[in-house]
C-alpha cells in the first residue's frame, strides 16, 4: 500500500555538532535499509529545502507509523503523510 | 531532471457529458504515451480525491510547461510543481 | 484498516430539488449499507455545518477510494482522507 | 454529548527526559481511566505524527474542558475540539 | 450551555429580490422568537461585514444543530460554531 | 460602544511558578474589577484553551486600547479585536 | 474615532455595463460627499488592484457600519475593518 | 510616493528592560523626525495590538527601505509594504 | 523603480472564444511595446501554471497603477505587486 | 533553466556579531562570484523586508540545490523555488 509523504527538517542550531553528525549517519543507514527492503520505494530531495518527498510501500498504516517515528531525525521533523494509490491511467507495474 | 507535480481536477458540472468523457479519454491517452516514453514517470492517485501526484522526468522547465499545457485536463486544472533531484541518501537508479 | 474523513457537501443552488432528493436519499442508503458492512465504523454530523467526520475500516487504501469516489454526494463533496492507527493509550478493542 | 477532538503534542527538548517520561506516564494512565469511565469514546494516533484524534462523551463544555485541561501534556498540546452530534444517516446506537 | 457562533451570509445575486425579503423577514422572526425563549443569548453584527458573533444557550449540541440548520438563511450562511464555558474571572450569573 | 476580543494566552515555560501566579492573580482582579464598572461585559473560557472570547463595552478605541494593554498578561497574550454593534434583529437592551 | 478599512471590490461580469457604470458613478460621489464631511478622512488606491485603504474618522462603531453598508458597490466588497487610535509617537493633530 | 506600512512589533523577553527602554526611546525620536521632515506621513496604533499601520510618503523604494531598516526596533518587527497611489475618488489635495 | 509583480489570469469559460484570442493578442501587444520602451523589464512564465513575474521598472507607483490596470487581460487577473530596490550584493549595473 | 527564489533571512539574535559578520562578508562574495559566472542572474532586495527575490539560470535542479545549500546563509534562510521559462510574449533574448 502507498503513501506518499513530505518531511521538513529542522535541526536545532544548539544542537552538538557531532550529535547531529551521528543522528544524520544513523538517518541515512535506516533510510537506506527500508530502500533495499523495498519499502521506502523513493525518495527525492525538494530543490532548495532541508526536505524530501518519500513515497513508502508498506502493508498498512501501523507500519508507516512504526517506520516514521522509527527515523534517527524524527523528532527534528515535520510530517505529511497522504495515501495513495494507483492511478487509473498508470501503465507502471510498480505505480501500485 | 525530476519533478513533483500536483494536479487538482474540477470539471464544471454544466461540461456536456459527452465532452467531458471525450476529454477524460483523450487526457488517459495522452499520459500514457507520456509514461511509455519515460518523462512521466510515476502517476498516483490520492485518496478520496480526484486528484493525483506525479513525477515527471524531463529535459528542462520548457519541456515540463510544454507537457502540462498540453493536457487534455489542462483548463479545469489547478497544478502545482516542485524541483526535485537526487537524494543523497536514496540508492535506487532511478531515483535521479 | 482505520481511515478519519471529513467530508463537507455543497450542494448547487440551481440543482432541481427533486434531483436532490434523490440523491441524498441514495447517499444515506449507501452510507448505511458500508455501516452495516462495518466498513464505515463511525459517522458524525459537525454542529453547525453540512460536514461530517467518518472513520472508516477498510482492507487499503484502494478500497477507502473507492467507497468514497462512489458516494452519490461524490461530486459535491470536499474530502480529507487522515491515516490513522491504534493509539497506545487505547484500551477498546475496536479502535483498532 | 460527542465532541470530536485533536491534539498535537510538542514536548520541548529540554525537558528533563525522567520528568518527560514521567508526564507520558501520568497522561496514559489519565486517559485509559477516562477511557474506563466511558467520557473518552475513542483515541486513535494519525499516521506520522505526535497527534491524535479523539471522541469524547461528556455531561457538557464544563465537563470536556475539565478533562483537557486535566491532561498530564496540556501545557505541551494544541488543542482543537468540535461539537458532534449524531448523524441521521448512522445506525450504531453508540454514535450518540 | 453557551456556544459562540460566527454566521457569514452570502445571499446570492440572482435571488429574486422578493424571495430574498421574505427570507430575511423570517429569518428575523425566527432569531427574535430564540432570542425570547432565552436560547439565542447574544445577537451583534460586525462592522462593516453582513456577518455577526452570537452565543447561544442550549441543552446540548442536538439543539445547537437544530437551531443552525433552521435558520431560513442557513443555506446562504457559512457557520464556524465554538463552545464556551464559564469563565474562572467571570462574575456575571449569566456568563454561565 | 462594543468590541469583540479574541484573547490567546501563552505563558512561558520558564516564567518562575510564583512570578506566573502573582500575574494571573492581578489578571483575574484587574478583570474583575472593569466587570464591576460594566466595561467588561461579557468573559468565556474556550472550551480545550488557555483563550477566551470577551465582549467589552467602552467609550472608544483608545479606551478599549487602553483596557487591553494593561491587562497584567498582556505581554503574553496574541489579541484579536472585532468591533460591533447592534444588530437589527436584536431584542436585548443590553446587545447595545 | 479612527478605523482603518480595506476595501476589495469584484464587479461581476454579468452585470450590464451601463448598471455597473451607474454604480460606480454614485460611488464615487457618495465617497466625496462624505470626504467632505471630514468622515472619510483619506483613501488610497493599492496599487495593481481594485481595492482601497481608507481612513474613517466617525462618532461610533455604528455610524462606521451605515457608512459601509451604504457604499453603492457594498454588495460587490469584501470588506476589512481594524480599529485604530492615535500612535504614542504621532506629532500630527490630525492623526487622533 | 506613498506607501502604506504595517509593523509587528515583538521585542524578546530577555532583552534587558533599560536596552528596550533605550530602543525604543529612539524609535520614537527616529519616528517623530521623520513625521516633522514629512516622509512618515501618518501613525496610527492598532486597538489592541503591539502594531501600527503607516503611511509613508519618499522619493522611491530606497528611501522607503532605508527608512525601514533605519527603524531602531527593525530588528524586533515584522513588516509589510504595500504601493499606495492616489484614488480617482479622493478629494484631499494631500492624498497624493 | 523597480517592482517584482505576480500575475495569475484566469479566463472564464464562457467567454467566446474569438474574444478570448482577440484579447490575448492585444495583451501581447501591450507587453511587448511596454518591453519595448524598457518599463516592462522582465517577464517569465511560471512553469505549469497560467501565470507571470515580471519586474517592471517605472517612475512611481501611479505609472505602474496605470500599466496593470491597461493590461487587455485586467480583469481576468489577480495581481500582487511587491516594491523591490538595488540588492548591496548585486554586481549588475542594470539591477537597479 | 531559470528559476524564481525568494529567501527570508532570519538571523539569530544570540549569534556572536563577529560571526554574523563574517557569515554575512562570505554570503556577499559567494554571490557575486556567482553572479559574475552568470549563475545568479538577478538579486533584488524586497522594501522593508530582510528578504530577497533572485533569479538563477543553472543547468539543472542539482545545480541549483547545490548553490543554494551552498549559501553561507542557508541555515538561517527560508527559501522557496519556482521553477521558470520563456514567456511567449518576452521580446528579451536573456529572458531564457
Known amino acids: 500500500m502507498l503513501f506518499h509523504v513530505r518531511m521538513d527538517v529542522n535541526i536545532p542550531r544548539d544542537l552538538p555538532q557531532a550529535e547531529a ?10 533510510s537506506q535499509e527500508l530502500q533495499r527492503s523495498g519499502k521506502w520505494r523513493h525518495i527525492w530531495r525538494i530543490a532548495g529545502e532541508y526536505a524530501n518527498y518519500s513515497i ?9 507509523h512504526a517506520i516514521l517515528t522509527g527515523l534517527p531525525l524524527f ?6 503523510v ?5 492511478h487509473p491511467s ?3 507495474d510498480d505505480d501500485t
Request: net charge positive; no cysteine.
Open 21 to 30: 553528525g551521528e543522528i544524520i549517519a544513523r538517518e541515512k543507514a535506516y
Open 82 to 86: 497522504t495515501p495513495l494509490l494507483r
Open 56 to 64: 513508502f510501500d508498506v502493508k498498512d498504516n501501523e507500519e508507516l
Open 90 to 92: 498508470s501503465i507502471r
Open 75 to 80: 523528532k527534528f521533523m515535520t510530517i505529511k
